[in-house]
């Protein structure tokens, strides 16, 4: 795609060197790149917002104050009031916590689902086929409609919306990890340790899992994003977080009722999750190139 | 030819007996008691009991699995719990908007997505280039519900070019239909048209780097005929595969924009049957839109040997 950036492959593309490295490393590879980079500020800022939501605002999200109901934007209320008086921008900064949060637990759910199922699934091949029709089973749905099922069984909690999103996005990281590991299972370097003597534990440690390093981290990157809208999406329908919980998608939720009289609402959740999806975006690209040439041209949606 | 078809329909046979399974499995995720959940607070013990029964949950496991399984698989999906009718009626009447939305949503995410990808191709890191792939980026991160809320205030609300919510049937005229839908399939398909034109430009420099265009080039033909003549009618092969990519999400997103426009469809149904506790038709939904997304990705995949005649499958 970019020739540019080809030079930075390690020599053979395709074939993962034992040990996964060569060349500069990765931060610096990185920093070279003006998308990825902005995106994990974008990303590291708004984490920041979040945690230090108390510092940043005055109003707690969750107080009440009816005599400023449906406030438009002022000195005090930057980004003004919700239908209960509640302060936007709080509301905003509080919402993000639980974006990210559910998230990056997410991420870190599929991530480890994700591997153990992939890498029992090609190396034992008794329960290859098995394990992988369950994950097309489970791809077959539609993201968001299979979370929306999930969600009715499970009921409307922020730790359910966790349990369901993870469901949903783990069986995509266990047929890439699959997928990896299948191939490097029949590399010569794999087959050479085998010869050696070394056991099932030791090539897994020591030249598998190093190798579905580069691959997880694109894939949860980019899970990371989905989560963010998936979960955003749920709020908004009423059968993601409780409504008493702010998340981006339950203040747009609000914000709908009131799209005539108080538009001011809708605008700032709905940039939130703009840029929490365009900074992961731009870093899941960016993390792609550079660390595995072979995803290029793959795409960060589905 | 014959011979992949068939195995490609046989292949869908364990999927979708997993989404069957997954899809029955849902009413028994709910944690505790499942009837007295689904009866709500302000049931009685005998309203629980009658419903424990109508729904075959006194029964063993394996025997309601089989018995829904065999029944589903006749088309009979159980009845709603509130509407008065049959899953399989209740989300009939809901499809038509459902499958127009994702119709013009498709056609929308294509029209607008394709040229851009193109363009972006042939004039390849230009600013163009970059300028098309940020804006793609940007594209695939707004949320179609977002999207949808902005549209109705701006054209709806402050414009008044648009109604900013409902639904009138195609039998209604094929204006009226449009004028309600014209919104919503844009706020479904921007997004996507992200992703048609990050897809169609990878396809189309791939194509580029093909020896074949290398020869229209060096035997001097002009490069908008390269482009046009050589280039792009094998760009069009691949392109197809993003139709079935892209449904799903299309799909999906069709049911927060029919909660943004108040289009009485398929997914709306879907979600005033979570409000409501309505199980048997979440699952009914569910299965159908599982159903539907499934037979679309049959259908492209078919498509692709049909249309690419170099393609050959054992």
Redesign the interface.
């Known amino acids: 795609m970019k020739p540019a950036r080809e030079r930075d492959i390690p020599a053979k593309p395709g074939v993962p060197s034992p040990r996964g490295r060569g060349g500069p490393s990765l931060s610096r590879r990185l920093a070279g790149q003006a998308g990825p980079v902005a995106g994990l500020l974008v990303i590291i800022l708004m984490v920041l917002c979040a945690l230090f939501a108390p510092i940043l605002t005055p109003y707690d999200p969750l107080k009440l104050s009816i005599l400023e109901r449906l406030s438009p934007p002022s000195r005090l209320h930057p980004l003004g009031t919700d239908d209960f008086g509640r302060d936007v921008f709080s509301l905003v900064l509080y919402g993000g916590r639980a974006s990210l949060l559910v998230g990056g637990l997410v991420m870190v759910f599929t991530s480890i689902v994700g591997v153990v199922f992939g890498v029992i699934s090609g190396f034992y091949k008794t329960l290859d086929n098995p394990l992988m029709r369950i994950m097309d089973g489970l791809m077959a749905f539609p993201a968001i409609v299979l979370a929306i099922a999930l969600m009715a069984a499970l009921g409307p909690r922020l730790s359910n919306v966790i349990i369901a999103l993870s469901i949903v996005y783990a069986p995509r990281t266990a047929r890439l990890i699959r997928s990896t590991v299948v191939v490097i299972r029949e590399l010569q370097y794999v087959e050479a340790a085998q010869a050696l003597g070394a056991m099932g534990g030791r090539i897994l440690w020591g030249h598998v899992l190093p190798n579905t390093l580069a691959p997880l981290i694109v894939q949860g990157t980019f899970i990371f994003a989905y989560a963010v809208l998936a979960e955003a999406a749920l709020s908004f329908l009423g059968v993601g977080a409780p409504p008493y919980i702010p998340t981006w998608g339950n203040i747009l939720s609000t914000g709908r009722l009131y799209i005539q009289d108080a538009p001011w609402i809708i605008w700032f959740p709905g940039l939130a999750i703009i840029l929490a999806g365009l900074g992961l975006n731009l870093l899941g690209d960016g993390l792609r190139d550079l660390l595995d040439p072979r995803l290029r041209g793959t795409s960060g949606t589905s | 030819m014959g011979a992949y078809f068939l195995k490609r329909v046989l292949s869908l046979i364990?999927?979708?007996?997993?989404?069957m399974?997954?899809?029955f499995l849902?009413?028994?995720?709910?944690?505790g008691d499942p009837a007295a959940v689904m009866a709500g607070p302000n049931a009685t013990l005998s309203d629980i009991a009658r419903l424990r029964s109508l729904l075959n949950l006194d029964l063993p496991i394996h025997v309601q699995f089989l018995r829904w399984m065999g029944r589903a698989l006749r088309g009979d999906l159980g009845d709603s719990l509130f509407l008065g009718r049959t899953v399989t009626r209740a989300m009939w009447e809901r499809a038509e908007p459902t499958l127009l939305l994702t119709t013009y949503g498709l056609l929308v995410a294509v029209a607008i997505g394709m040229p851009l990808g193109l363009a972006a191709a042939v004039r390849r890191?230009t600013i163009l280039d970059r300028g098309f792939m940020?804006l793609a980026?940007?594209g695939?991160?707004?949320?179609t519900?977002?999207l949808g809320?902005?549209f109705?205030?701006a054209f709806a609300?402050n414009l008044r070019w648009l109604p900013a919510a409902g639904y009138a049937s195609l039998s209604d005229g094929f204006g009226a239909n449009l004028r309600y839908l014209i919104l919503p399939a844009l706020a479904l398909g921007l997004n996507q048209s992200?992703?048609v034109a990050?897809?169609t430009r990878?396809f189309m420099?791939?194509v580029l780097s093909e020896d074949y265009i290398r020869t229209a080039r060096s035997k001097g033909l002009a490069e908008s005929l390269v482009i046009l003549r050589h280039a792009l009618r094998n760009v069009l092969v691949p392109t197809v595969t993003v139709v079935g990519?892209i449904f799903?999400?299309l799909?999906?997103?069709a049911?927060?924009t029919e909660?943004?426009f108040n289009i009485p469809g398929a997914g709306r149904l879907?979600?005033d049957?979570?409000?409501r506790?309505d199980?048997p038709v979440?699952?009914g939904a569910?299965l159908y839109?599982?159903l539907a997304?499934?037979i679309i990705n049959l259908v492209v995949d078919m498509l692709y040997v049909v249309i690419d005649p170099r393609i050959k499958y054992a």
């Open positions: 364990p999927v979708l007996l997993i989404v399974t997954v899809d849902v009413i028994h995720l709910i944690p890191n940020l980026v940007l695939v991160s707004i949320p519900f977002w809320l902005i109705i205030y609300v992200a992703l990050r897809m990878s420099l791939e990519l799903a999400v799909i999906g997103g049911v927060a909660i943004v879907l979600i049957s979570v409000l506790r199980y979440i699952q569910v839109i599982a997304f499934v």
